[in-house]
């Protein structure tokens, strides 16, 4: 009697899957839909954001072990900005205008009006200004930055893995991860921890790959690009799932924004714009093949506490009704995409040489910064 009322009640509920699909398909009510994640409380457990907290975590790490290498107070023999931080203090604004440790591997300019100077004076000039700054211009280089000549010549492939976890500065780093806290935490407890995370890393990687491509010889780091990659996913997710959310048009103007900020900060020196344009591309055609409807998911949830036994039935179904030619097409044509850009960097492919204006979306030359990549020559003259 025990075991026909127990097959009953399995009959019953797998029955269930059918018109769950004309749910699915129809048009959700008022009631059914859910806020845009930017404007949902966040949740109170803290297992549901470990996985963004980690990364942040990370960041902050790199930064810290950034600013003690290069210990302003000593190799610059206190010629810094935040002077009472001393060991933790910045390179003058002049230098790094984001506040933040050396980052400039070009030699200082001098402007010569009097041809009468020498290279040997010129030498004597350039050794007082190192040992004045402690030719820690290097810094960012030797921690891990992206730069031409130590990518394709040195064949240092490794830098594509350490640039993502640099900043250039105070300014980058405080605006990438206030961005990436409230972008990530919402993105992580709407989608789980998993999926967010494969997201940030790929996306990361994915920048730090394309940004190989018109890497100039200057240093430069990729860390918005995993950002760029979460607002990316965000706006696959919105689009993906437009019926779902109210408060759209407000989120697609908060995501927009914060992209934005994030491209034009990516025209100042050292921090690399076209990661973010590789992770954008990465997060947007990442989030068409990972996430899902969020009330399918908050269903199966529910039926599952429901009834136990059957659970994976229902996700199941929900699986199978949530577009499944979309996100293939969009895995395929992220493989595709990330195959090519892989080859490309192997090969050392540098695209500078075909498009000459491009360094101009990477870096807009100002009276407060150079964009130039280009060593100083000295030349000497010959007088009679």
């Known amino acids: 009697m025990a075991d026909s009322s127990k097959s009953q009640t399995q009959v019953e509920i797998k029955q269930q899957c059918a018109p769950m699909a004309s749910t699915f398909s ?6 059914e839909r859910v806020p845009f994640p930017f404007f949902r409380p966040l949740s109170q457990k803290r297992a549901n954001t470990w996985i963004i907290s980690l990364f942040v975590i990370l960041h902050l790490g790199a930064f810290t072990v950034t600013m003690i ?3 302003c107070w000593e190799n610059s023999h206190g010629d810094c900005a935040l002077k009472p931080l001393r060991r933790f203090s910045f390179q003058p604004l002049s230098e790094n205008p984001l506040l933040g440790p050396s980052a400039s591997t070009s030699v200082p300019s001098f402007s010569f009006t009097n041809h009468s100077i020498s290279c040997l004076n010129y030498l004597i000039i350039l ?31 490794w830098r594509i893995f350490t640039s993502p976890w640099l900043h250039a500065g105070l300014f980058h780093l405080i605006i990438n991860l206030s961005s990436v806290i409230f ?71 908060a995501t927009m924004t914060i992209l934005m900020t994030n491209l034009v900060l990516g025209l100042i020196p050292y921090i690399n714009n076209f990661a973010n344009i590789g992770g954008f591309m990465s997060g947007f055609l990442l989030g068409f093949v990972l996430l899902f409807k969020p009330q399918q ?17 229902i996700v199941k179904c929900r699986k199978s009704l949530d577009k499944p030619v979309q996100r293939v097409a969009a895995l395929v044509i992220f493989a595709f995409l990330l195959a090519g850009i892989i080859m490309a960097v192997l090969h050392g492919i540098d695209i500078n040489k075909y498009c000459s204006w491009c360094h101009y979306f990477d870096c807009i030359p100002s009276k407060w910064w150079s964009c130039t990549d280009k060593p100083f020559h000295c030349e000497v003259s010959h007088y009679t």
């Open 26 to 31: 129809t048009e959700m009510t008022a009631d």
């Open 69 to 71: 290498v290069n210990d």
């Open 127 to 157: 050794k007082f200004r190192f040992d004045y700054f402690n030719a820690s211009f290097e810094l960012l280089e030797e921690i891990g930055a992206l730069q031409k000549t130590l990518l394709t010549n040195n064949q240092q492939l």
């Open 183 to 253: 972008v990530g935490l919402h993105l992580e407890q709407e989608f789980g921890s998993f999926r967010i995370g494969v997201i940030y890393i790929l996306s990361a990687i994915t920048g730090s790959l394309v940004a190989s491509l018109f890497v100039q010889d200057r240093p430069s780091v990729c860390s918005s690009g995993a950002l760029v990659g979460l607002l990316g996913t965000l706006l696959s997710g919105l689009i993906r799932n437009w019926k779902s959310y109210t408060n759209k048009f407000s989120g697609l103007v």
């Open 297 to 313: 998911e908050k269903l199966a949830r529910n039926k599952g506490g429901l009834f136990e036994f059957d659970a994976k039935d």
